[in-house]
């Protein structure tokens, strides 16, 4: 177990140097993350909601412990942060004055594209209103540098990553008894819902400055092990649900397609897939526990219970709890994002190229 830990170390410490040694390269110094528990870092701690991480054994393997990450350690977005060179970015929830410059985590767990989505857990922060705190970020960087043109410099050269949705099929459309729209809408008008409401988004944070633009898809949200034992499923996962989650995605790249188009001059929008990750990634083969969590679960909620001691082996589960995967999922999820050649993983450009390039009118 200690000489385990020891190498665990020694592996983070090379893992952060090589690391360093590759940022000086890059040109991003800023990095804002929007989305629901996938990337919230501490957003909803202080929240009256069920969709909270800030307890143990949440964050068992994360230097500081339980922060409301919701896995044992590190997000995709912490390991992203750590490839472009940056530190774990603070959750809008505690930043201040000048801390904001290299970029805020406004995420919230349970949070959708639309409104009510989550709100059956309590409180959240909706896309909607993690855009208008962004809008509170940018006022403090404009007092911070200086001015408006230099805001504009600075924020066009930040990675803006999106990753939400999930929640608008999990926790709205798929519980009837709580959410009309099943009742109102197909899959494919639902879809239709969601992708204009987020292109409003999108177009709402181009138009405060943001210039790159990394949106995540969907992944196979119904292949989590809450899900899997709420639908009673006794072999694979929960079709229909994966069945809803591709007709977004499919969407979701039409939209990129079309932002790109609509904002070629200045701007530059890339879709991580995350059903080709997850499927074509051949290191995600090493898992030897796919379909259950490592954390005991409430079966309510899919959430660890509080102080429960999780699996040993925590770098064979795919999942950490019901809903979230763990982080040796998440540190390969995010390399794949950042830095794989297999064009597969991301549309049309990696993370890297996307932080390396500069459109025609950004300089
Ligand atoms: C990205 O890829 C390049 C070239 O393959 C490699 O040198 C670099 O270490 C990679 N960076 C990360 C963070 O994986
Ligand atoms: C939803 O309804 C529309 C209009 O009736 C139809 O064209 C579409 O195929 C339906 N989609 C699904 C997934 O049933
Ligand atoms: C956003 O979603 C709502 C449903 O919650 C819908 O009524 C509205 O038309 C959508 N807005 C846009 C811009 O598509
Ligand atoms: C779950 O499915 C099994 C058969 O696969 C069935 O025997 C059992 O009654 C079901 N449980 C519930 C709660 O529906
Ligand atoms: C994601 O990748 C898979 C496998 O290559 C492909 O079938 C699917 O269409 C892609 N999805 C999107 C939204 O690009």
């Avoid at 870092?41 to 909270?52: E, H, I, M, Q, S």
């Avoid at 805020?104 to 709100?119: H, M, N, P, Q, R």
């Avoid at 591709?246 to 979701?252: A, E, P, Q, R």
Wanted: with cysteine; charged share 15%; hydrophobic share 40%.
């Amino acid at each position: 177990m200690e000489i385990s830990r020891i190498n665990n170390k020694l592996f983070w410490i090379l893992l952060v140097v090589a690391a360093t040694n590759y940022v000086e390269a890059q040109t991003t110094d800023c990095f804002y993350v929007f989305g629901d528990s996938l990337s919230d870092d501490g957003n909803n701690n202080l929240l009256p909601t069920l969709a909270k991480y800030n307890y143990p054994p949440y964050g068992i393997d994360f230097p500081s412990g339980a922060t409301g990450r919701a896995t044992n350690g590190r997000t995709v977005p912490d390991y992203l942060a750590q490839f472009i060179g940056l530190p774990f970015i603070p959750p809008f929830a505690n930043t201040r004055g000048s801390d904001v410059l290299k970029g805020v985590d406004y995420a919230s767990g349970a949070a959708g594209i639309l409104f009510e989505t989550g709100k059956q857990m309590g409180a959240d922060i909706s896309l909607d209103a993690q855009i208008t705190n962004h809008g509170v970020t940018i006022a403090t960087v404009t007092s911070e540098l200086g001015g408006v043109e230099a805001t504009k410099n600075y924020l066009k050269k930040c990675l803006y990553y999106v990753n939400i949705g999930s929640n608008d099929y999990l926790n709205n459309y798929f519980l009837p008894q709580y959410y009309p729209s099943s009742h109102i809408y197909n899959l494919t008008q639902f879809a239709d819902v969601l992708i204009s409401n987020y292109s409003r988004q999108l177009r709402a944070l181009h138009a405060a400055g943001a210039r790159k633009f990394a949106l995540v898809s969907l992944g196979f949200i119904g292949c989590a092990p809450a899900e899997i034992i709420a639908a009673n499923v006794s072999n694979g996962c929960v079709q229909d649900i994966n069945t809803a989650a591709s007709i977004f995605n499919d969407k979701l790249r039409v939209l990129v397609d079309q932002l790109n188009s609509d904002f070629s001059a200045d701007s530059s929008f890339i879709l991580v897939n995350s059903t080709a990750i997850f499927s074509l990634n051949p290191n995600f083969l090493g898992f030897k526990v796919q379909n259950a969590s490592c954390c005991k679960t409430v079966t309510s909620t899919g959430l660890c219970v509080a102080n429960g001691t999780p699996c040993e082996d925590r770098n064979e589960y795919v999942f950490w709890d019901g809903f979230h995967t763990t982080e040796a999922v998440n540190e390969i999820f995010a390399e794949s994002a950042y830095n794989a050649s297999n064009p597969d993983f991301t549309y049309p450009n990696n993370i890297a190229r996307l932080l390396s390039s500069s459109p025609s009118n950004t300089n």
